[in-house]
């Protein structure tokens, strides 16, 4: 969301440079972003699509022939992957070609899960009102097909075309920040209904990084019973402006272009009741327009007749078709196997976690299902763990190393991610 190209910069550098195979043949996908990335999942996928296709004829007209596939997509993208790869089956993509790996890196599988407290409430109001179609899609409140599923929900459906492409590939290997993602939380990130580190992190969760790999996990166990956790310091305490100061351990209060020594550092804090108001106001009045401008352009795309084709369009009229019988496998032999998976994870989950509760997310039925349905597939899951930072959502693939020197730790999990690749 909100992303462009440069933000997969290390990755290209990193793959290229760890596979130096003149065979390998890397696109970074460019039509879907800034504002475009407002138009939703489904009308993504359809852009990159494109571009694969166009990127391929122009390989064809060069004398080479794409043989084997894969594909990678962070945040957002590895949601647009999803969706890309279930055209590609339905166009007849993989008939020659081979699907490899696919991978996704922080990305929110289970949409964003709202958490037990006032700012995640606002965020689950305002998300799908503020961010188009995307947002919608994100919250699961839209109501892609015609028996009004949310996308989401139709993309991990065993019988649909997405979950059928997905499982073709011979190594599914997804990222998820273990700790600190503030954009996209570990369990939607890893397919979980329970955050165990968000529970353990600071009460004796043992954990055992890669060596080779640095902030990747290795291995992690929970200790029978968790030592007490240390009161949060009082506001405005001396403990309390700590958390700001960049030689504290501690996470950081404000992000790396908002820490100043004493006593600036008093004078921020102090013009914070001002400058929050200023920034939210300007924020919502820019995501509005922005929103605005993608309803529009949804509404072009929906009413070109050239569009009849597009697979959102083919899966509703198969709906259509089919929907006493759809029906019907749902409930009987298709909704057998979904209903078991999700009664094993409602079980797990009446068993609380040691912690807090504002830790755990408050998934919906529509997640869980989701859950159940994905956790069958062979996935590999790597965790990722950053300590010192507001957010590692940014980190995790060394986003912007150019301006965040801290972005740079990020570069053992995109070399893990790289030399996982199978040829």
């Known amino acids: 969301m909100w992303g462009n190209p440069d933000h ?18 890397v696109l970074i ?7 475009s990335t407002y138009d939703g999942i489904d009308w993504g996928g359809e852009r990159v699509a494109e571009e694969i296709a166009d990127e391929v004829e122009t390989l064809k007209q060069q004398g080479r022939t794409v043989t084997r596939f894969s594909i990678t997509g962070y945040s957002l993208g590895g949601l647009v992957a999803r969706y890309v790869v279930g055209i590609l089956r339905q166009r007849g ?42 947002g919608e899609q994100f919250y699961c409140v839209d109501k892609w097909s015609t028996k009004g599923r949310p996308l989401l929900e139709v993309m991990a459906d065993s019988d649909r075309i997405f979950y059928q492409a997905l499982e073709a590939f011979e190594s599914i290997r997804i990222y998820a920040n273990a700790v600190n993602d503030r954009t996209v939380p570990y369990v939607t990130a890893a397919i979980e209904v329970e955050d165990i580190f968000a529970s353990r992190a600071s009460n004796g969760l ?4 890669d060596e080779n790999y640095p902030h990747i ?18 506001v405005l305490s001396p403990s309390w402006f700590k958390r700001s100061n960049p030689k504290s351990k501690r996470t950081p209060f404000l992000p790396p272009f908002l820490q100043f020594p004493f ?14 108001p200023i920034f939210l106001s300007l924020a919502i009045v820019r995501v509005s327009l922005a929103a605005r401008s993608s309803r529009a352009r949804i509404r072009l795309l929906e009413s070109d007749a050239s569009n009849s084709q597009k697979l959102a369009h083919i899966i509703a009229q198969l709906e259509r078709q089919m929907e006493v019988a ?6 009987n032999e298709g909704g057998a196997n979904m209903q078991a998976d999700v009664e094993s994870v409602v079980d797990k989950r009446d068993k609380p976690l040691e912690g807090k509760l504002e830790d755990q997310p408050i998934l919906t039925p529509i997640q869980r299902r989701i859950a159940a349905s994905l956790n069958r597939l062979p996935i590999k899951k790597e965790r990722a763990f950053f300590t010192n930072t507001r957010n590692s959502h940014a980190i995790i693939i060394c986003r912007d190393v150019q301006r965040f020197e801290v972005h740079r730790e990020g570069a053992g999990v995109v070399r893990h991610w790289a030399t996982s690749l199978i040829l």
């Open 93 to 134: 993509f993989f008939e020659n070609v081979v699907p490899v790996n696919f991978n996704t890196i922080a990305t929110p599988h289970l949409g964003l899960p709202r958490y037990p407290s006032f700012f995640s409430s606002i965020a689950s109001f305002l998300g799908p009102r503020l961010l188009s179609r995307t």
């Open 263 to 276: 006593p600036m550092n008093i004078l921020l804090y102090a013009s914070l009741p001002l400058l929050i």
């Open 217 to 234: 996990i290795k291995s992690y166990s929970l200790p029978p019973v968790p030592p007490p956790t240390a009161p949060k310091p009082t």
């Open 29 to 35: 996908a460019k039509t879907n972003k800034e504002d």
């Open 326 to 331: 759809v029906v019907d496998l749902m409930e």
């Open 206 to 209: 043992e954990i055992d990084i």
């Open 8 to 25: 997969l910069a290390e990755l290209n550098r990193i793959v290229k440079e760890t596979i130096p195979d003149p065979a390998l043949h």
